[in-house]
């Protein structure tokens, strides 16, 4: 062991600075198996005063770092790819108790969004974020990736959901601004600029997270489609005429729907694959059933082709699963370039009757699968046959120039990672970019947080040049 490691056991004790490759893997690998590194080491702070330690020594020796959570993140921006040291938030689970008065509780960032949810729920409250990942996932990850997830829809994505930030400047000094007062006009507002920051200004270590009313009384309905127009025709009318109750609005097509079939060996919704889906669910503290049947038949009518309603919660669960299993049956089929883009409302059916042939032309044979949250106009383009790297490339740089024509942006909730951080320049001006290196350079002088995370690499051209 060398001095740096030694010093760095001080701090954290033996067992939480781990370089054995068979305990660091876990951490070097993301979820989707696509983008690998190898850790100088893996160090696991438990406690906020520990984390300032560890990072006062790494920045002191000038090492690299990548802040890390429950490693699900979608776009490479949480494994060690240039070798540097991961710092693991995971051991700062810690949940205070819930201020009911205010509606809000001050989290760890290791604390995953269920076990924040289950707490929220003693005190008959929600947490508004809700993702498929909600058991691995981290709430410190989710600020820093500003997640989006199933009810953006009503509640908004993590940054609105946060009222307070604790975090570690790369040079160990401590921010902690977690009093959550409603009003608060003392200046920049550091936990909104840390929001969708993804590890590069600071390492969140604790939150004071919004909470929700928990409405006990939920309704999920899933309709199918011959084309997207009529899809979106019926969100419209659904968002119209459920202003108070309409939490979710989720989208997929028959690709998707076969592979989730095939993972779980379930028959298909309605006995057969339909082009196109949208389960929605309705929320309410009186039962929303009637509410959104009478929606579903007077606004959605028969531009249905059939659909279901379920509200006891093994019929919801039924019918979530066709959606919430998207993610794992694509990757059973194999390594898939992900893509998360948002699309202007009014060109949203025109992207998703375009982007399957943009995807073909440039990875010819490449299979393209549809889904996402059509209510925030978020679309997941996930693309198989696709991984090997120049191919990947030639697919992320069409459908992400084919986004930008249309208005849209390269990354609605994942963020940019390592892996979209060529294609900022399609969303970003030139301004814009310099003004983020200015704030980088602000949190970070010695630049040693996620170095090769969001921001373009300096005086690359961006993209596929050509
Ligand atoms: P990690 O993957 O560990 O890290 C993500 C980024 O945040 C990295 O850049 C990392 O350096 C940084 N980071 C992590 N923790 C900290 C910290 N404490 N301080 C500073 N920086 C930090 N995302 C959505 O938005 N909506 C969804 O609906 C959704 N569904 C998903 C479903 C599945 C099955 C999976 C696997 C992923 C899904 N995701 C979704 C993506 C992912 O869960 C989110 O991006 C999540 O916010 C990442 O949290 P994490 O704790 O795993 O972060
Ligand atoms: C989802 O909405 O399920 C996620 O963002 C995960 C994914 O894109 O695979
Ligand atoms: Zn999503």
Not at 321 to 349: C, F, N, Q, W
Not at 413 to 437: C, M, V, Y
Request: proline share 5%.
């Amino acid at each position: 062991m060398d001095r740096f490691e030694t010093a760095l056991v001080e701090i954290v004790g033996p067992h939480h600075v781990l370089t054995d490759p068979d305990l660091t893997a876990a951490y070097e690998t993301d979820w989707t198996g696509r983008f690998v590194g190898r850790a100088a080491a893996v160090v696991r702070p438990g406690t906020t005063a520990e984390v300032a330690e560890v990072m006062a020594l790494l920045s002191a020796a000038g090492r690299p770092v990548v802040p890390q959570g429950g490693n699900t993140g979608l776009v490479g921006g949480s494994v060690p790819l240039h070798g540097e040291i991961v710092v693991s938030l995971r051991r700062l689970a810690e949940i205070g108790p819930v201020d009911v008065a205010a509606g809000q509780v001050t989290a760890g960032a290791g604390a995953t969004p269920a076990a924040v949810d289950a707490a929220a729920a003693r005190a008959g409250l929600a947490f508004g974020v809700d993702l498929a990942a909600r058991d691995s996932a981290t709430v410190g990850g989710m600020v820093a990736t500003n997640a989006g997830g199933l009810r953006m829809l009503r509640y908004g994505g993590m940054r609105a959901q946060t009222a307070g930030v604790e975090a570690v400047l790369a040079d160990g000094r401590v921010l902690s601004h977690l009093g959550g007062l409603a009003k608060d006009n003392t200046g920049y507002d550091l936990a909104g600029l840390l929001a969708g920051s993804e590890g590069t200004l600071a390492v969140v270590t604790g939150l004071r997270l919004r909470l929700v009313p928990r409405l006990e009384h939920r309704t999920t309905g899933l309709l199918a489609f011959a084309d997207a127009d009529r899809a979106l025709e019926a969100l419209v009318a659904l968002r119209r005429r459920l202003p108070g109750s309409l939490e979710a609005v989720e989208l997929f097509l028959a690709h998707g729907v076969a592979l989730v079939c095939d993972h779980l060996r379930i028959p298909p919704p309605f006995g057969r694959i339909d082009a196109v889906y949208l389960l929605v669910e309705a929320a309410g503290a009186h039962d929303p059933t009637e509410e959104l049947a009478e929606a579903v038949v007077d606004g959605v009518g028969d531009r249905a082709l059939d659909g279901a309603i379920e509200s006891d919660p093994a019929g919801r669960a039924r019918l979530w699963r066709y959606r919430e299993a998207h993610t794992e049956a694509i990757s059973a089929a194999g390594m898939p370039v992900k893509l998360d883009v948002t699309l202007p409302a009014g060109e949203l059916a025109g992207f998703l009757g375009a982007v399957c042939a943009t995807v073909d032309r440039a990875a010819p044979g490449a299979r393209c699968v549809l889904f996402g949250h059509a209510g925030d106009g978020n679309v997941h383009v996930n693309v198989l046959g696709a991984d090997e790297r120049d191919r990947a490339a030639v697919v992320e740089d069409a459908v992400l120039r084919l986004v930008a024509r249309l208005g849209g942006s390269i990354s609605a909730e994942h963020g940019i990672g390592t892996a979209k951080r060529a294609w900022l320049h399609l969303n970003r001006s030139p301004a814009e970019i310099d003004t983020f290196r200015a704030i980088k350079a602000a949190f970070d002088p010695a630049g040693i947080l996620n170095p090769h995370v969001l921001l373009p690499e300096e005086g690359a051209a961006g993209g596929i040049v050509g």
